[in-house]
């Protein structure tokens, strides 16, 4: 007997249920974006290379999972989608009025040690809005990340946007006359994971000190941060913020204001982040078109949702609405299975979810079918037919559908109209 | 100025647009699946090429996009999906109840030379029932697939399903003494691609004429095949079908009922095919558990709908109700701008798709981009705030919200109830 094969180290199969809990997330992600009026759209899985190392700067990310194809061609398996997006935002900007408000959902990869809540492929939830500069659509992006979070059940006390600004940095810098505003940027970045003695020889060589630099950290600001604030007050969203001017994000390509959204336990890494990155549609599409975005990926978020009894709560009260069939037929007597399938086409064909027992099958084996689906109505069809009865499988009440009754419709209004006990 | 990076040969972006219509095609399956009882699940993208290998019987399928990861593995981009069901399904089933009815949707990829409707990476729809060896099973998936074309908008005149059954095949080769029967399958397989002689040939040999097999194409049957034309008989739908012997489907690992949908115009090759695999989750998984499913991918599919006057239409009138949003906020005053934030988030946590002018624009480029997102309802704020003006932008009617109202319940109302020419 050979051995059964097994998925790829840090793939993932979803079994039914896996599978629902991604569409909850999908779900709840696409309703957010159509609250807010964003479009979708989709790019490839796999992309030339040079497309990751155009965005980076010459300096590749890491971990990408890269490979020749059979045309000798040095492609990967996307990392993101913001590179891809650039591509196409440029290709299509002309005929889209402006702001373009996008988000996609898809697969990324990245080819590292699996780990949890890390995996080799993820889902990620992507937002943008690209052609407008004002600090307006930082601000719509930025609502829009907390309110993806209270939709998915998250509350004040669970999550926290840490927002920044890079260029706040700029001004500091010009202020404290640092010639080189990039190397502080990248001090910045990299302090939470020095040790103290460390960043203060770092600072102290461009001519700061660490009280200076905290300071600012907590209090310091700029332009587009008070306008963001202002905006997300007007939205009665400020108090999921908090300006933490220590995020700077590390990749090259942002450059206003960024954020990031955290556990409030920090228990684990950031839950989703973004910002500004005005030059990257120009530097992959040659369009001068400034941008803002943010992602969420799926692992974490999931992770975050089963520790949390509230929103867990809300994810399994949805889960448990999602039933595979409405309505189950019983086949009582296999005299009249013609007439059963009839039945069964067109409850279907009226766009109600309905499933049969496909061969014969004693009666309670039926029932016991019909709770595995999650009816709420069973029509038992007999030796009476067309005479049926109609059972409520939630309150266990009973009917008889006569003969000369249109029972489609009848069957249609008693799913319409939650009665009672059909409302739990 | 660099030039712009392109998508992969074979490989497409999907625009606003592309992507709507790809969502029309997962919504319509999804629908289907519903009205149907059936259960979504996802397996990986990237699998062991071993899978694959397994699968086809030592025979390699040609076109693999194959790549050695970083880790030295050989593996690939899934070409199919039903290997990784297979594989998922023998681990799973002790813990559903049979028969698993199980749909699902995702990318799938081949290398080869792109060309009209075949590109390197596709969508395909997935459908399976496992568990359940008997010819409800295979009338139930052919239902299936033949309830997707119509509730895609084509009718009898447009497609037909080809029924065949690989199991008649091996009755005929009993009566006819063929000592090889898949000697036999395999010329029905190639026949029709190969000069009349040729087939005359290789039929003599095994000691058949090309009449008695021609004759048994069009009027064989099998006890299969009787019991699917009917049960499609009963649902009403038998008139969809033709038997056609000549369907075996080349692969090695279908072993019953076999079925392929033609367009009826035949310019385009199948539209969807599957049939009976008894012996795959075996093969892969070691459990024995029948099993028969159906593909159909979205590019041919896309390029029937956009060339068929009715399916057309009713993709159109779905495009036409995906609307980027249902209400735009016009500011009228830009001093009330944060009391337009404050309703913009207030509809928004209501439900209600609203949009707004990020930045201050004339109220005539506002009604504009409110015309660009489709909304129906303008939101006109202005100077008289909390006095608003709400404008039907189909009707052209206009009516004032006066401060005391509840503007978040009266525009629900409205957008809920379609009055006239919001009905259009």
């Not at 829009?144 to 209270?150: H, Q, R």
């Not at 037929?329 to 013609?338: F, L, P």
Request: charged content about 30%.
């Amino acid at each position: 007997m050979a051995s059964a094969i097994q998925t790829l180290p840090g793939f993932r199969d979803f079994a039914p249920r896996d599978c629902a809990i991604r569409n909850y997330l999908f779900e709840t992600w696409r309703g957010v974006a159509q609250t807010y009026g964003f479009t979708e759209y989709e790019t490839p899985l796999v992309e030339d290379t040079e497309l990751y190392l155009r965005k980076s700067g010459d300096e590749l990310p890491t971990q990408l999972f890269r490979f020749e194809d059979q045309g000798k061609r040095d492609v990967t398996l996307r990392p993101e989608v913001t590179a891809s997006l650039a591509r196409l935002a440029a290709r299509v900007q002309r005929e889209n009025p402006k702001p373009m408000k996008w988000f996609e959902i898809g697969q990324c990869f990245r080819y590292e040690k699996p780990q949890k809540g890390r995996g080799r492929e993820f889902y990620q939830f992507n937002v943008d809005i690209l052609g407008e500069s004002s600090a307006a659509a930082d601000a719509e992006l930025i609502a829009f990340a907390i309110d993806t979070m209270k939709a998915l059940g998250f509350g004040p006390d669970d999550f926290r946007l840490r927002l920044s600004d890079r260029d706040a940095w700029m001004i500091f810098a010009e202020k404290h006359s640092i010639s080189d505003p990039s190397a502080l940027l990248n001090i910045i970045d990299k302090m939470e994971r020095m040790p103290d003695d460390k960043v203060s020889d770092l600072l102290s060589a461009i001519g700061l000190t660490r009280e200076t630099v905290d300071d600012f950290i907590k209090n310091g600001s700029s332009p587009a941060l008070d306008a963001v604030r202002a905006d997300l007050s007007a939205r009665d969203l400020l108090s999921y913020t908090e300006t933490d001017l220590s995020i700077v994000r590390g990749l090259a390509y942002y450059t206003g204001v960024v954020f990031e959204i955290f556990d409030v336990k920090k228990s684990l890494r950031a839950i989703a982040g973004g910002g500004r990155y005005d030059d990257l549609v120009k530097g992959i599409g040659n369009v001068d078109l400034p941008a803002t975005g943010f992602a969420m990926g799926d692992m974490v978020i999931r992770h975050l949702i089963e520790e949390n009894t509230l929103a867990l709560a809300q994810m399994e009260a949805w889960l448990d609405r999602q039933s595979a069939a409405d309505v189950y037929i019983v086949v009582a007597d296999e005299e009249k299975r013609s007439n059963a399938l009839r039945l069964l086409a067109d409850l279907r064909r009226a766009g109600v979810s309905t499933d049969i027992a496909l061969t014969a099958a004693k009666v309670a084996k039926q029932f016991k079918s019909a709770q595995n689906t999650g009816a709420r109505l069973a029509l038992v069809i007999g030796s009476e037919f067309p005479e049926m009865q109609l059972k409520n499988l939630v309150s266990r009440s009973e009917e008889t559908i006569h003969p000369n009754a249109d029972a489609i419709a009848h069957i249609q209004a008693k799913l319409d109209s939650p009665d009672g006990p059909l409302l739990a």
